[in-house]
C-alpha cells in the first residue's frame, strides 16, 4: 500500500512539474485602461501566423484565482489547451485574465450573512472595474488583424461562470458561442445574450453555487426558444469543471460556431 501511495505521489509530482513548465507557453501580457491593469496569459496556436486569422477564445476563473501573480488563473483548464491534440484540432487563441483580489467579474450583490443566501444577481448592474477591463481587452484583441471576428467564445468556471453571462449581457454581438460551468444570472438579462449559443454546466451536488443558479438561466433560455445545451453531474459538487473538461465533444462544440 505504502508503496502504491509513493508511486502515485511521484506520478503527481512529475504532472505537476511538467505543468509548470508548460505554462510557460502562456505569454505574461497586460491591458492597461487609464491607471487600472488587467493581468491575462496568452496562448499562441502552434506554427502562429500573423497573417493568418485565429479563433480566440477568453477563459475567466473562479474566485480562489483572483490575485495579481499573472498566473493563479490557469490552475483549473490551463492544461487542456496545451494538450497536444487540442492544439493540434483546435488552432485558437486561448486568454486568462486574471481578475484582482478586490474584484468579481459579475456585479453581484453580496450576502449579509443573515441567511443561505451569499449572494444575488443584479438586474442590468453596471460592470465593476474588472469587467471594464476585460470588455477594453476583447475590443483590443478584436482590432487585431490575426483575430477571426466570426469566432470568439468566452466560458469560465464559478465566479467566471457568472462573468460569462455578465460578458455576454454586455457584448452578445461578439461572441459566436460560450459556457459556463457552475455559474448563474438574473433572470432579465437572459433575454440580452439568448442569440449566443451556450452549453452550461453545474453539479447536482453543489454546496458552494446551488444547482438552481443555472437553472434559472436554462429555463428561461428554453423559454426564449435560444439555442442551449444544459449538462448536469448528479453526483458532482463544486468542481464539476473537470467533469465538462472531460466531454468527448467540449471543445469541438465551441469551436463548431460562427457568427
Not at 96 to 118: I, V
Not at 170 to 182: E, Y
Request: hydrophobic share 40%; charged share 25%.
Amino acid at each position: 500500500m505504502k508503496r502504491f501511495l509513493l508511486i502515485a505521489f511521484l506520478a503527481a509530482s512529475i504532472i505537476q512539474q511538467s505543468f509548470a513548465q508548460d505554462k510557460s507557453m502562456y505569454s505574461r501580457e497586460q491591458f492597461i485602461s487609464g491607471e487600472d491593469t488587467l493581468l491575462y496569459r496568452m496562448l499562441l496556436p502552434e506554427n502562429f501566423d500573423p497573417q493568418k486569422k485565429y479563433p480566440v477564445l477568453f477563459f475567466l476563473h473562479g474566485s480562489g484565482e483572483r490575485g495579481n501573480d499573472n498566473e493563479a488563473q490557469l490552475f483549473h483548464g490551463g492544461k487542456l489547451f496545451l494538450q497536444a491534440q487540442n492544439r493540434k484540432n483546435f488552432p485558437a487563441i486561448i486568454i486568462f485574465p486574471q481578475c484582482s483580489k478586490d474584484d468579481f467579474w459579475a456585479n453581484l450583490k453580496r450576502g449579509d450573512g443573515k441567511t443561505s443566501e451569499r449572494f444575488g444577481f443584479q438586474k442590468d448592474g453596471k460592470p465593476g472595474k474588472a469587467m471594464k477591463l476585460l470588455i477594453g481587452l476583447v475590443s483590443e484583441i478584436r482590432s487585431q488583424k490575426y483575430a477571426d471576428k466570426q469566432q470568439f467564445y468566452v466560458g469560465g468556471l464559478s465566479m467566471g461562470g457568472m462573468g460569462t453571462f455578465e460578458l455576454l449581457r454586455h457584448k452578445p454581438k461578439v461572441f459566436a458561442a460560450a459556457f459556463s460551468i457552475c455559474g448563474g444570472d438574473h433572470t432579465e438579462n437572459v433575454r440580452k445574450y439568448r442569440k449566443v449559443p451556450l452549453w452550461v454546466f453545474h453539479g447536482g451536488k453543489d454546496t458552494v453555487v446551488p444547482l438552481e443558479k443555472s437553472e434559472i438561466v436554462v429555463n428561461e433560455l428554453k423559454r426564449l426558444n435560444a439555442e442551449v445545451k444544459f449538462t448536469v453531474y448528479p453526483e458532482a459538487n463544486h468542481n464539476s469543471w473537470d467533469s465538462a473538461f472531460a466531454e468527448p465533444d467540449f471543445l469541438a462544440w465551441i469551436f463548431s460556431h460562427r457568427k
